[in-house]
Structures are given as C-alpha cells and as structure tokens.
C-alpha cells in the first residue's frame, strides 16, 4: 500500500520526518519497506497554455503552438502530440529545464522552426506509463505556476506492507491512528457531518445473506452534473497511491476508501430494476464485470442484485452493466460491511484481486459506513454537485463484543518488563481501546475496525510494540537440567553422508515433487499427485530418490560433466494398504570414471561393484554388512541382469543396480549405477563388545576353483565358510579369471583364507586337512574343479 | 722391525684409497687374510730367538688391530656411503599428486543445519523431525490459524489430489508433535523441507526451515530475546551483532516479533544487500500463543513458552553469499563443491 506523506500529516503532523515516521511505523509492526519522492524533479516545469496551433510547414506530423506559460510573452513551441489544440493546458518545460530522465530541454530549431521548449506528456515527465500524448491539465490550473506546485508540491511515499491481521492499517486514517498512539498526539478527522436530503428517492433494500453483510447503506443522488472532471489535486492524491482515474464519481469513492478504508460503489441508477437485494449467488448465474470477464457464478459467492439480475460481486467488482460512465447523472451509493468470511478467498479464485476485496477479506470498520457515505456525498457535492437523497441503513444487531482482561502480572510476565500502568492506559486509549480498571489490571473492548483482538496477549503485543519491543531485555532462560536421550546402538546420520563424501560423493538436494513421466519410467508407477503444482514437471511425490538424482545426472551431464557421483536423503513417498508411507532413504548415483583422472590409477568407468563396495562401506558402519543378503530381482530402472534387492534380515532393505541401458538411452544420459536403502534399519547398529584377540599366528592358504558360471560368489563364501569352521578367520575372493584353458562356460576364482585357531598355533598338517576339507565340500556342493 | 712399520704405512694407505667394499675386503685379505702379510709375518715369529719372540709378537698383534679397526672405520663409512648413493637413487618426485578418491562434499544446506542445530544442542535443545505430507490439523488448525483467515489462503499451499492432506508449509507441524508427545517443559528445534507455492529469485516451492520451541514455566520475550541473541552472535561469530524485534504476525505467536540483525556486510551503514537499510531480517518468532498451547493440552496459565523460525536458506545467503536460491536446488555439482 502507498500512502503520501501530507495526505498522512492532514490527520496528524508530528515533528518528524517521513524517514522518522517510517522507522517508528516498522518498529511498531507496521513495515515501511520504502520511502520515495512522490515527484521527479520537475526543473522549470510550468502550467502552460496552448493559445493557437499551426501544422508545421515541412512536417506532417508536427505542429507549431504559440504557448503562454507565464513569462508575459507567448513561446513558440513545436509539438508533435496528437492530442494538441487551441485552449488546452498543459505542462511545458522551459528552455534549461531538465526532463527526469536527465536529458535537457534547449531553444532549438525542429525542421527549421523555433522551438522555446517542450509541451509534456506525463510519461515523459515520469508521472504514470500514460503515453495518451500531452498531459492535459483542467481547465482552471492557474498558468505560469510551477507543475510541481499545481499538483500539490513535493511528497514522499511511503510503500507500506500491513500483515493480514491488520485490515485496520489499510487506509490514510488507519496509519495516522498508529502514529497517534507512537506520538502521543490526536487526529483530525475529515468532516463527515450528515448531508441532509434533499430529495426523497430511496431503493428498497433486502439483505438475504445477513451472515455476509452485517451493514448496507445506500443512497441516491440525482442529477450529478455529467460535464464535471476529477480535481487535479484528487487525480493526483491518486496516482500517489498508485490508482489511476477513471471517472469523478469512482475517483471519489477510491478516494474515500484510501482515506478511510471503507470500500464503496457506485451505480448508474438508471439500470437498477427496483431494488438493491443482497444474496449468495445462484449456481450458474453469471455476471459480466466492469474488467471485461463474465465468470459463472455459484452459491458461495455473495453478490448485489437487484430484482432481475447480478449488478455485482458484493465486495469485490461491480458488473458493466450498472456501472457509472459518461453521461451517467443519477447514481446509487453503496457502503457495506461484507464479512471476512464471505470474500475471503473468491477473488483469488475468480482471478479477481481487487483494493475492495483486499481489504474486506483482512476486515474493515464495522462502524465506518456512514462515515464513509457522507464523505463521498460531500465530495461528490463538490466536485460533481448533485441532489443527494436520504441514506438507508440495513444493520444487523451488532453484539457488543465482551472485554478482554488485561493482568497486570500477566503484561509484565509475558514481556519481561515493567510497562507503568498509565503507558498502558494512554496506549490502548490512542489505539481506540481505553480500557477499564479492573481488580487485577484493565479490561479492554476492541474497537469495530480491531478484528484481531480476541485474548489477553494480543493486548500484550498492542502494548509491547507501542511501548516499544527494543526496550526488552536479554534474559537467558535458566530451564529444567534435562537431558536428552543418546542411544548409542543408532547412528548418527551424519556418519553414513561423511562416509559417501570420503568416497567422493557430492550431497544433493532435490525437489520432493518430480516429473510424473520420468517417475513412472523409473519406478513403473504413478506417485502420490498434488492437486495445486506449480508446474507440470513437478506435479507428484516422489517414489524414489532416483528421479531428482536422475535429473541432476541430466543436469549436470549437460555441462560438461563427465564424473558425476552424487547422494540424498530424505522421505520418498508411497502408498501401502491405502496409506500413505513416509519413508526416509539414502540413495545415491555413479556416472563415469571411477577416480577422478590422474597418474597412479587406471582411468576406468565407475561400475556395480565400486557401488557396490559403497553400500557395503555404509552397512558396515552399523555392523550389519555380514547379515546383507544380496539377490538377483528385477526392477523396471534397472538393467535386468545388473540389478539386485538387499535384504537385511527379511526385511528389504532396498536397491542396487546399472540403470537400464534403455532407460539411459531416452533420457540421453550415459549409463550410471544406483542404489537406494532405507535409512532406518542402516542407522539401527550394535553396541560393541569386546572379544580377546588370538595371539597364535595365522596362516594364509589360497585356492583356485574352476566352477560354471552359474555358481554365485556369495554360493562359494558360504560352502568354504561351513565347510572351513571356526579356524577360518577371514576369507576373500582375490581374483577371477575366465579365458584361455578355463571352458568357456566356466570360471576360475581364487579363493584367500586366514586361518587362525584362537587356543593353539595351527600346524600345517591341520591347515592341510582344512583346506581339503574345504576343497571336498566345492567339489561335491557346487562342482567345483580344484586348479593348482 | 723398520720393515713392519713401513708395511703398516702401507696398509692404512692402501685402506683409505680404498672407495669400495670389494677393494677394502681385498685389502683385508691381502693383510689379515690365511695368507695375509700380517698372519705371514705372525707365522714367522717361531725363527726368531725366544728372547725377541715375545716383544715381536705383541708389536705384530698391536699392528694388526691397528689394521682392523682402520679397515672396521673405512667400512663404516663406505657402507655409509653406499647407502646414500642407494637411497638418493630411489628419490620420488613427491610433488606428485596422491593416489585416491578427492572427498565430495555435503550441501550447503545440509553445513547451515547441522551448525544450527549444534549451537542449540549445547543449549539443551533436542532435534525432533516430521512428515512433510501433513494434515490440516498439524499445520494449520493446530497453529491457530483460523479457517477463514486469509493468512492460510495466502500461504500458498501445495494440496494433494486424492487426499485431503498438505505439504507442510513450515516445519511448526513438528513443535505440534513434540508438544503432544511429551508435553511440558520442552526444548526441541525442528529442521527440516517445507513448502510453499512460490518460485522466483528470491523463492524456490521448496525450502528449508529450523524452527525452536521452548515452553516451561515463567518464559517471556526477554528469554526469548536473550536466546536468539546468543544464537546468531554465535551463528555469525560475531559477539557485538546488534539484534532489533519488529511486531509482526505469525498466527501461532502472539505478541509476535520478526527479528533483524544489524547488517553484517556494511555493519549497518546501508549496502545493496540490505537494501541501504542497514538491517537484515534473519527469523521470525514469538511467544507461543495460548490457543496453540491449548491444542497440545499445556495449561497455558501455568506455562509459557516461546517458538522461533528461521530460513536456512536466507541463511546460505547471509553466509555463504548465495543470493539465488534456486541455486541450492539446480544441484549443479561445481557450485555445490565450493561448500564440500
Ligand atoms: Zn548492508
């Protein structure tokens, strides 16, 4: 909201200056984002006036004024404005004067004419974005007076944003009554003395929906005289407060809604059928508006009818059908309290944002109606002259609201301060408020036009920021000695993301609303939809972490990155037994070579088992790495002969696998490995407990088995552990060879084994006759031949 | 014995000018060897009379010691020496860069939270998390927000298609939790993704939030004041950052405050990042409103309690200098590097 400095110091004028207001409003709760000039420097900027046009003898388009503009003796002035004619006033700018954007205006000859200065648009002197030609002043502006000085002299405006809660602050009087109560001072209230009738032309009125419209006054006013225009100084008030003209009977009551925050409307009484009704609308009714849209409306939405049709969104927009135009010389009036309830939310769905339904949704005066009504009626008595008729007054009985309680304990306990009792009196007294003594502090009853002072504390706030929140101290809250739990068995998050950064992973974070397609590509199934996205791309929960890190690999490989090896945590989202699941994940994703490129290590692409050896990095921190089961299972992201679920227990623990190579090829990106565990049953470790460790030697023996490509590693592990028994302290698989003298349907793997014996120092003989044991088992278990 | 001392003579010479330990052990063997001149000359003491025997024999003994340690020395330093050579041949070129992985790097998000959430922890605060699918209940009605409030409206809410739930549109939803289950008094900060319909410079739909509670018996803003002071003069490690309360509305705090800090890129003289107005809005925050106590059954009467929020991106800002928010999302991997 933008409000002129001296339509404010009309209602009240402390000895500051706008910048000081502005920095007490803030601090109050009422923020001033910006203090601005309301003029540009307008350097020798005149009212002129346009004596006599003559077209230029060499230029179409251009025209040779003679202009008086208070100098005594007539200008001669080329101007190239459409709208140029005898009689007409506007602003001119002397030789030597500047335009606001800096360029400067000289005697100069325009296709061999004299020209003494420049007649001006309001675009070109940064008034509004009009670019109608020049900007034409009334007819009485007093010529050869500064522009500058004709529009009221020079302002500031103050941009203001008003939290929701404060419909109240949403006008000239309600920021003036801010600073009333900051400075200690009363406001000067504009004349709203009734205008007595002077016909007796009334509307029937029939409120059908009290619950949205507690109060409608309404009155005619006959024979406005339709040649009148809007005042300089009121068109001007506007385009301070950013509202462009339209009409003198609208500018009046924009007018009195920024002065008093009262939305008014006017009607052309001539297209209103015999009375003013208002009701909900019926489903299907429509209306055109005055902005050209012709919603269909249903019976949430309240509007003002008359006893044929729609004349207007009650609160919001008035229709074209009834609207005040050229010509227009009887007119209806109407000022209306419309219930919070009832707007809130309609314009935003009609499209419609308008000054009115902004400030009924936020609440306005319940008792500013009259006020508002004779405001306008003296106006328009001024400006358009008029036979006003009497007011009718619909009013819902108004309940008293019942007082809130204000301890005077509760004050100091809550801010931390002492505020004296009679700061408190004076504040709620300026604030509209004065409260009454009571036992224990005051009672308070808040004003029609203070919808958001239900409870004591909001007292609390209405003191304290008057008072002045910088005045609080700092205290540190002593507290309960508590502490919290440290379970020792869960790990740390933290220590699963330090190990994926040790091994090179960057963390990422993505959006938790993904593309639907890609999704569906990735998982074979539709997520969770949201109803309102905020674009096509980002329309449903995720199923799978995959898809961000799918989308980043996407991203980035558009720039040029080659190795990419990215993770994330956070909630996947998916249905179970009609439920939603909000699980926590870590997922994470390899592209390229698997080091970075350097000197001492191979430069080869990063593949399964490298991710593989990472997910294995992560159990192991819990201690679970030795109960993973790693089994082959399809997956629709996943190459269907590179992909493996893990399950840690019989409970599944997640994925792992090469993204499926066609997947790769439509999404246009290189081939990558994946994995995505759930987080819970990875953070679930073990306390440890120490065991003594065997100070016998060990002994390393090895073995190469040639078996059939069918017979899985984890196949040989399991045979050699059993058959090896306790004194097989480690076992690995150290090498893996297909090629010449192995069948081609076969392997070679060697197979490393520590064995220790924890009592005793193992003898080569009982070495011998565990590996042959060892050996044995291969041989009848998996067909394995023993190489030497 | 003139004979002896010349060959003596002749031994150390022939011990010093030797530069291997090929040639020392031949000099070894050429005196002290079966056949040496020395055990030679050791052999021919039995021709001489009894008498000179003895005396010869020690003066013999004496010059062959003499020998040996001379020959000990030379090969002392001649192993020495070999050494060296060997092991100045095996010289690496240790500006070489090492072998291995280079460490990634974690958001710059994920940095501000855990140094948020470190600095309340030694304030006795717990760290509690949520859903980010929520219902009404926990976000709104809970909160104080009234059905017919525009604030509810205007917070551009993310609604599902098939399900009367929300995606959290701040993590206060988790205070609503905490509170519910273990009641009074609480410390508990909630971190965490939230989400509002909104997408431009300065907003991305999604975001992050660390949101504090603090509800015991005689709490007031001059508590909450001396705890955010501490807070962000140890966020920003700076001990003299100023702090000013601004009344604002926050549904679920009343009186409500947004809080600035003096601006900590022109201490306040004006700049482009706050605007010239020398403050820089960090949080919002405020006493716990009775109504919002009330929903988690807390008597209201009997205790008081204080709730702040902070963005953390706003703080990646502040911090880290990352003016366009819709950077942390893009997750372009060379500005995420520059947090590791
Ligand atoms: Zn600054």
Redesign the pocket.
């Known amino acids: 909201m933008k409000i002129s400095e001296n339509w404010l110091r009309e209602f009240i004028n402390p000895a500051a200056d706008a910048h000081a207001l502005a920095e007490r409003l803030t601090l109050a709760g009422i923020e001033v984002t910006s203090v601005t000039d309301a003029l540009p420097p307008l350097d020798r900027v005149m009212v002129g006036e346009v004596k006599s046009v003559l077209p230029h003898p060499d230029a179409d388009k251009l025209n040779i004024c003679q202009v008086e503009a208070g100098s005594g003796r007539l200008l001669q002035i080329v101007c190239g404005a459409p709208n140029v004619h005898a009689g007409i006033k506007a602003p001119v700018i002397l030789p030597g004067g500047r335009l606001p954007d800096g360029s400067e205006i000289r005697k100069a000859k325009l296709r061999g004419m004299e020209s003494e200065g420049m007649l001006c648009s309001a675009h070109e002197l940064a008034l509004t974005d009009d670019h109608l030609g020049l900007m034409v002043l009334p007819a009485d502006t007093p010529v050869g007076k500064t522009l500058t000085a004709v529009l009221g002299g020079a302002d500031k405006i103050m941009e203001i944003e008003v939290t929701p809660n404060r419909g109240d602050c949403l006008s000239v009087l309600g920021i003036a009554r801010e600073l009333g109560a900051l400075y200690d001072q009363d406001l000067k209230i504009p004349d709203a003395k009734p205008i007595a009738a002077v016909i007796k032309d009334m509307l029937p009125v029939k409120v059908e929906a009290p619950e949205g419209c507690r109060a409608f006054a309404g009155r005619i006013i006959r024979d406005l005289n339709s040649r009148a225009t809007t005042p300089l100084w009121l068109c001007e008030r506007l385009r301070r407060s950013g509202v462009r003209p339209i009409h003198p009977v609208v500018d009046i009551t924009q007018y009195v809604m920024l002065e008093l925050g009262q939305p008014m409307h006017a009607y052309d009484c001539t297209h209103i059928e015999g009375g003013i009704v208002v009701r909900w609308a019926r489903t299907g009714e429509r209306i055109k508006l005055l902005e050209g849209s012709e919603p269909e409306l249903d019976k949430n939405v309240l509007v003002i009818a008359d006893h044929r049709r729609v004349l207007g969104l009650a609160g919001i927009m008035g229709g074209s059908g009834s609207a005040v135009q050229d010509g227009t010389v009887d007119i209806y009036l109407e000022c209306a309290w419309f219930s919070p309830t009832a707007i809130s939310g309609r314009s935003r769905r009609l499209g419609l944002q308008t000054e009115a339904g902004y400030r009924f949704e936020r609440g306005v005066d319940l008792q500013g109606q009259l006020r508002a009504m004779e405001r306008a009626t003296r106006l328009l008595m001024e400006i358009t002259g008029g036979k006003p008729g009497p007011v009718t007054v619909m009013e819902e009985p108004r309940r008293q609201p019942s007082p809130v309680r204000l301890r005077r304990a509760r004050l100091e306990k809550l801010l931390g301060i002492a505020v004296p009792g009679n700061d408190v009196v004076r504040i709620l007294s300026r604030l509209g408020m004065p409260p009454q003594a009571a036992a224990d502090g005051w009672d308070v009853v808040p004003p029609g036009y203070r919808f958001d002072i239900e409870v004591e504390e909001d007292l609390v706030e209405e003191v304290g920021r008057i008072h002045g929140y910088n005045l609080i101290p700092s205290l540190q809250y002593p507290g309960s000695a508590s502490m919290a739990l440290l379970p020792e068995k869960r790990l740390d998050m933290r220590r699963l993301q330090e190990t994926l950064v040790q091994r090179g992973y960057q963390e990422v974070i993505t959006y938790s609303f993904v593309d639907p397609e890609l999704q569906r590509r990735l998982t074979g199934q539709q997520g969770i939809a949201l109803a309102n996205p905020i674009a096509a791309d980002l329309a449903e929960m995720r199923l799978s972490l995959w898809v961000g890190l799918v989308q980043t690999l996407r991203y980035n490989r558009n720039r040029q990155q080659a190795r990419v090896r990215i993770f994330e945590t956070g909630l996947r989202f998916i249905l179970e037994h009609n439920d939603i699941k909000q699980e926590n994940v870590i997922a994470g994703l390899i592209t390229g070579p698997q080091y970075p490129l350097q000197w001492g290590l191979p430069d080869r692409p990063a593949d399964f088992a490298d991710l593989k050896g990472d997910v294995e990095a992560l159990l192991a921190l819990s201690g679970n790495l030795e109960r993973l089961e790693v089994l082959p299972a399809p997956h629709p992201a996943l190459h269907p002969s590179q992909s493996a679920q893990l399950w840690l227990e019989g409970t599944d623990l997640g994925w792992l696998g090469v993204l499926h190579p066609q997947i790769a090829k439509i999404l246009d990106i290189p081939s990558a490995v994946v994995f995505e565990l759930k987080l819970e049953p990875l953070l679930m470790g073990r306390l440890p407990h120490s065991r003594e460790v065997s100070r016998f030697p060990p002994i390393r023996r090895d073995l190469a088995v040639v078996v059939d490509e069918t017979v899985t590693a984890a196949q040989l592990l399991q045979a050699a552990r059993a058959s090896g028994g306790a004194v097989v302290q480690d076992l690995r698989i150290f090498d893996i060879y297909r090629g010449p003298g192995i069948d081609s349907r076969r392997k070679s793997v060697a197979l490393g084994l520590i064995l220790q014996d924890s009592s005793r120092t193992l003898t080569n003989e009982a070495a011998d006759a565990v590996m042959a044991q060892v050996a044995e088992r291969l041989r009848c278990e998996l067909g394995a031949t023993i190489r030497d | 014995m003139q004979h002896l001392d010349d060959l003596i003579r002749e031994a150390h010479r022939r011990i010093d000018t030797s530069t291997t330990l090929v040639a020392l052990n031949d000099v070894r063997v050429h005196y002290l060897g079966r056949k040496g001149v020395l055990t030679e000359q050791l052999k021919s003491l039995g021709a001489l009379p009894a008498a000179e025997r003895a005396g010869a024999g020690q003066y013999i003994n004496d010059a062959k010691r003499l020998v040996n340690e001379a020959l000990d020395r030379r090969k002392q330093v001649l192993e020495q020496t070999e050494l060296d050579a060997k092991l100045t041949a095996q010289a690496l070129d240790i500006t070489l860069p090492g072998r291995g992985h280079e460490p990634g790097g974690l958001h710059p998000v994920t940095r501000l939270l855990a140094r948020v959430q470190a600095l309340f922890e030694r304030m006795g605060f717990r760290m509690e998390t949520g859903p980010e699918i929520e219902d009404e209940f926990h976000n709104f009605d809970a909160l104080n927000f009234k059905l017919d409030h525009p604030a509810r409206a205007a917070m551009d809410t993310f609604y599902l298609r098939d399900w009367p739930l929300l995606l959290r549109t701040h993590t206060s939803p988790v205070q609503i939790r905490a509170m519910l289950a273990y009641g009074a008094p609480i410390r508990v900060i909630a971190p965490g993704r939230t989400f509002r319909h909104d997408s431009d410079v300065t907003h991305t739909p999604m975001f992050h939030q660390v949101e504090g509670l603090l509800v015991d018996e005689g709490v007031s803003m001059a508590h909450l004041r001396g705890t955010l002071s501490l807070f962000l003069q140890h966020f920003f490690e700076r001990d003299d950052l100023q702090l000013r309360f601004r009344p604002s509305y926050f549904p679920f705090v009343e009186p409500g405050a947004e809080v600035d800090i003096r ?12 605007k ?3 403050w ?1 809005e960090v949080l919002g925050c405020g006493l716990v409103h009775p109504n919002v106590l009330r929903a988690c059954k807390i008597n209201p009467e009997r205790y008081t309690g204080w709730a702040f929020g902070l963005g953390v991106e706003r703080l990646g800002m502040l911090r880290y200098g990352i003016s366009d928010m819709r950077m942390n999302f893009e997750n372009d991997i060379r500005f995420l590097q520059q947090f590791r």
């Not at chain 2, 601006?263 to 706050?274: A, E, K, L, N, S």
Request: glycine letters at 32%; a neutral charge; aromatic letters at 6%.
């Open positions: 601006c900590i890129f022109c201490d306040g003289g004006g700049c482009r990042i706050c010239q107005g020398g820089l």
